[in-house]
């Protein structure tokens, strides 16, 4: 329990040290991180893109169907349950 403690508190003050340490760093130097970690970045091309976003489109539509369909049927199973429907 102790051992758990202390080391729940290094933990604490390696954490407030990265912070403090983090917030040391000029506006210049944070611009030139950033483009370092941008340029390490793999972007995916014109075509990747564009079939991932007509994929997403496809499965946007048959969710929609689906959820239609389901919809149109509780709706018919409750009218018929509840005697709603005439």
């Known amino acids: 329990m ?3 403690s202390l080391s729940y508190t ?3 003050e390696d ?3 990265t912070v403090r340490s ?3 760093t000029n506006p210049l130097e944070f611009v030139q991180q950033v483009r370092r970690e941008v340029a390490k970045v793999t972007w995916p ?3 990747e893109t564009t079939v991932s976003t007509v994929m ?3 499965f946007v539509i ?3 169907t689906f959820f239609f369909f ?3 049927a509780l709706a018919v199973l409750v009218k018929e349950i509840l005697g709603l429907g005439g």
Do not use: C, H, N, P
């Open 45 to 47: 091309t014109r075509k």
């Open 2 to 4: 102790i051992y758990s």
């Open 62 to 64: 048959l969710t929609a």
């Open 56 to 58: 997403v489109f496809i």
């Open 15 to 17: 954490t407030v040290q």
């Open 70 to 72: 389901v919809d149109q």
């Open 22 to 24: 983090m917030a040391k």
């Open 10 to 12: 290094t933990q604490v």
